[in-house]
């Protein structure tokens, strides 16, 4: 009886210092839950961020087009739109976006708009004359 209980513990000892690899199930358990918060947080985190990169364009392409504008005033020139570049951007003049105003005649009178198409949130408008 000694003998076996000696060989048992011998075999318990040799198991702990061999260190059998791997991880519990508690520990598989906790790292996907914090896999699961984080991912929670991260995609309203993404949205926002595409939201406001849209916001950002629109306000580009309005400032550009007013420059070019202003631009062709000074030296005597008609102005025009300009092209966004972007097919879900569109353009215009005035300064209530969506409604296509004339195209000004003095730079004080200068206003460009653009809206990114499918975002209500994206407008912007930019000149001397908004």
């Not at 000696?6 to 059998?20: C, F, I, K, L």
């Not at 364009?57 to 570049?85: C, D, H, R």
């Amino acid at each position: 009886m000694l003998h076996a209980i000696t060989r048992q513990v011998a075999r318990m000892r040799a198991r702990r210092e061999e260190g059998e690899g791997g991880f519990s199930l508690i520990e598989l358990i906790v790292v996907v839950a914090i896999l699961g918060v984080l991912v929670a947080i991260a995609i309203p985190v993404f949205g926002n961020i595409q939201g406001t990169a849209r916001l950002n364009a629109a306000k580009a392409v309005a400032a550009n087009g007013a420059t070019q504008a202003t631009a062709l005033l000074a030296q005597a020139s008609p102005a025009t739109l300009i092209e966004s570049g972007d097919a879900n951007i569109t353009v215009g003049w005035g300064n209530v976006v969506g409604t296509n105003g004339t195209a000004p005649t003095t730079i004080d009178g200068v206003c460009v708009w653009a809206a990114y198409t499918g975002d209500a949130a994206a407008k912007a408008t930019s000149g001397p004359g908004c």
